[in-house]
């Protein structure tokens, strides 16, 4: 068990670009989590994945962020045309059902 | 609206002191209470949480955190600080909407803690 894995960890871009991260839960986790952290800020829940199927989207997600995890194991979160109020860290957590939460270490995003 | 507050954003105690890091939340339902830490670079990691029963309850790294609700608290203490201690806590409670079991956090802004040779 290699806990929670997420790439990039950096990543800067230009607004107006599009990024994408992806995270890699613990193998046998079935549920798996997004939130953003900003500056001074503690994480805010986005969305979460049961399997496959996406369960539930905070209002903080707009059109322009989507999630998906096809196959049930990583999941991948992108931005399209990125803004510079997207500026933050990205965390992916897992769980196996209602259990404890396990984080990785996030991707810090910055928009230039 | 559920919240929850960490009054203080910044701490330092000397190495060995005590510790306690204050959290208050405003939830409608019985609570399930968490606290974790996030040192730079890595991700939260849990120190402890609370479901039901005893108030009092025991974490890793000699944390301990005592539920009192009635005052919508959930203090953090230590009784000697170490310098590997130094780090961000972040103190959440489940806000899953009841009878859909348990995937939404909501954290408060954090207190981070220096810690002094």
């Known amino acids: 068990d290699t806990g929670v894995s997420q790439d990039p960890r950096h990543k800067i871009t230009k607004r107006g670009q599009n990024v994408t991260f992806r995270c890699d839960p613990i193998?046998?986790?079935?549920?798996l989590y997004w939130y953003r952290q900003t500056l001074g800020q503690g994480p805010e829940f986005l969305t979460y994945?049961?399997?496959?199927?996406?369960?539930?989207k905070s209002r903080l997600l707009s059109d322009r962020f989507s999630a998906e995890r096809p196959k049930g194991s990583f999941s991948t979160l992108e931005i399209q045309r990125t803004e510079q109020g997207d500026s933050a860290m990205y965390l992916c957590?897992?769980?196996?059902?209602?259990?404890?939460?396990?984080f990785g270490p996030g991707t810090r995003l910055t928009v230039l | 609206a559920q919240s929850v507050t960490q009054p203080d954003i910044h701490i330092t105690v000397s190495e060995g002191a005590s510790l306690e890091l204050r959290c208050n939340y405003s939830y409608g339902a019985t609570p399930y209470l968490f606290w974790y830490v996030q040192s730079p670079g890595q991700g939260l990691q849990l120190l402890l949480k609370?479901?039901?029963?005893?108030?009092l309850v025991q974490g890793i790294k000699g944390f301990e955190a005592e539920f009192k609700r009635s005052q919508s608290s959930f203090n953090l203490r230590k009784p000697s600080v170490h310098w590997s201690d130094a780090a961000e806590y972040f103190c959440?409670?489940?806000?899953?909407?009841?009878?859909?079991?348990?995937?939404?956090?909501?954290f408060g802004k954090g207190t981070k803690l220096s810690v002094i040779p």
């Open positions: 994945f049961q399997n496959e199927a996406q369960l539930e």
């Open positions: 957590a897992s769980s196996l059902g209602d259990s404890e939460q396990f």
């Open positions: 193998s046998e986790h079935n549920r």
């Open positions: 609370y479901f039901s029963g005893d108030t």
């Open positions: 959440a409670v489940d806000t899953t909407p009841p009878g859909a079991g348990s995937y939404q956090l909501t």
